[in-house]
């Protein structure tokens, strides 16, 4: 009999293409293959051009050896650690001139048994002892510092500064300076100044390096537990905690790109998280301060330094702040902040507020300048004459002073 020519090619109806099927199965394997082969590949030509030690791709890859492309340095002690690697001018290993086998490092300013050189005695006048970071310790000259303010001004005449700020401390290794050096002022009579930058020092207390090794704190169970200081050669601590950085790719693609909303990165590196196991630690911080400095029997007050972007908010201008405020206020501990006293001199001496701060490409830019030393002096009296805050202090507001508002 006679066969149609279309008989055999014709679908049978209720069976299905598996042709088309095995092609769209192909289709996406292969897709999902060179996808992941080309981020490997990505990924080792990474890690080959920021960790490679040959002069000539050191010298090509400069601009993207920058940290802040692949990690944040607030919430990552990665970023301190590529900084510090990436940092051709820092010592690479042996123990440096100025570490100290408990605090990680102090300025030669501070002795071994942590007493303060000073540059004239302090006869009959009582100690102020200050304690904190860089913005406590000043960049600027000698003749602007808060030592030469003390011994030019009238509260010089009754008080000496004893300045124990140190240069990259955070809140904890502030912590462990005054517990190794409170005591030694006990007799006469001092004040003591417990200070930091809110909210960059917070971040601080969990880092285990920050240009160098460094002792850092964390909360187990409830409790402040110590991290103590492993060994002041660098080549020893990445020996011993060897740097992980994880995937480049990703880390450029949250830090470097710029691509996804800062709220996106947030929540994808788990900050929230981190925060969270700050704020524990902070409290817990401040809380051991408290009681060692009520032990003691002395007057004290708490310090809170702001950089020039949080000084100029008319409002709380962090959730860190915020919770700063909230804790001292919580465990009755008494502080100032430098805010209104910032805007006061710049409103008094007709400046920009901006004069106050050390600005770029300065050495120590965004610390306080000079003038911002003189501002600060103000803020460091009303403590000592018990002038506490109990309220946000924002200062002038912009239609006070024009020129203060700049």
Do not use: C
């Not at 394997?29 to 960790?51: M, W």
């Not at 100025?98 to 050189?117: F, K, Q």
């Not at 930091?196 to 169970?221: C, M, N, Q, S």
């Not at 060897?242 to 590196?269: Q, Y």
Request: hydrophobic share 40%; proline share 5%.
């Amino acid at each position: 009999s006679f066969e149609s020519p279309m008989a055999a090619t014709e679908l049978v109806l209720g069976t299905t293409n598996t042709k088309a099927k095995r092609s769209w199965k192909a289709l996406l394997l292969r897709v999902t293959l060179a996808f992941g082969l080309s981020i490997v590949l990505l990924e080792a030509s990474l890690h080959f051009l920021l960790f490679s030690e040959n002069p000539t791709i050191v010298k090509a890859t400069k601009e993207i050896r920058d940290p802040d492309l692949w990690s944040n340095y607030r919430y990552d002690s990665t970023y301190w650690k590529l900084s510090h690697l990436w940092n051709r001018n820092v010592q690479r290993e042996g123990v440096p001139a100025n570490a100290d086998p408990i605090l990680g490092w102090r300025p030669n300013t501070i002795r071994e048994d942590y007493s303060v050189v000073t540059a004239a005695p302090p006869v009959n006048r009582r100690p102020v002892v200050l304690y904190g970071d860089s913005f406590a310790r000043g960049v600027t000259e000698w003749k602007e510092s808060y030592e030469a303010l003390f011994m030019s001004s009238e509260t010089g005449d009754d008080y000496a500064l004893f300045n124990h700020g140190v240069g990259g401390y955070g809140l904890g290794q502030s912590y462990l300076m005054m517990l190794n050096s409170v005591d030694m002022y006990v007799d006469h009579n001092p004040v003591v100044i417990f200070s930091f930058l809110v909210p960059d020092d917070l971040y601080r207390i969990g880092a285990d390096f920050r240009g160098w090794a460094k002792p850092y704190f964390t909360a187990e169970d409830g409790k402040l537990v110590l991290h103590e200081l492993e060994t002041n050669d660098p080549s020893v601590f990445f020996e011993k905690h060897p740097l992980s950085v994880g995937s480049l790719t990703w880390r450029g693609l949250l830090h470097g790109t710029k691509l996804l909303p800062e709220a996106w990165v947030h929540k994808l590196l788990g900050q929230e998280r981190a925060e969270a196991q700050i704020e524990v630690v902070t409290e817990l911080l401040l809380s051991e301060a408290k009681a060692k400095l009520d032990s003691l029997g002395v007057d004290w007050f708490v310090l809170l330094f702001q950089s020039e972007s949080d000084t100029r908010a008319l409002t709380v201008p962090n959730r860190e702040e915020e919770f700063v405020r909230r804790t001292l206020d919580k465990l009755g501990m008494p502080y100032v902040a430098t805010r209104s006293d910032l805007w006061q001199y710049a409103k008094r001496n007709q400046a920009s507020l901006s004069t106050l701060f050390v600005q770029p490409p300065a050495y120590g830019s965004g610390h306080f300048s000079g003038a911002g030393n003189r501002a600060t002096m103000a803020t460091i009296e009303r403590g000592i004459h018990g002038d506490f805050e109990t309220e946000f202090l924002p200062g002038p507001r912009p239609g006070d002073n024009k020129k203060a508002a700049q």
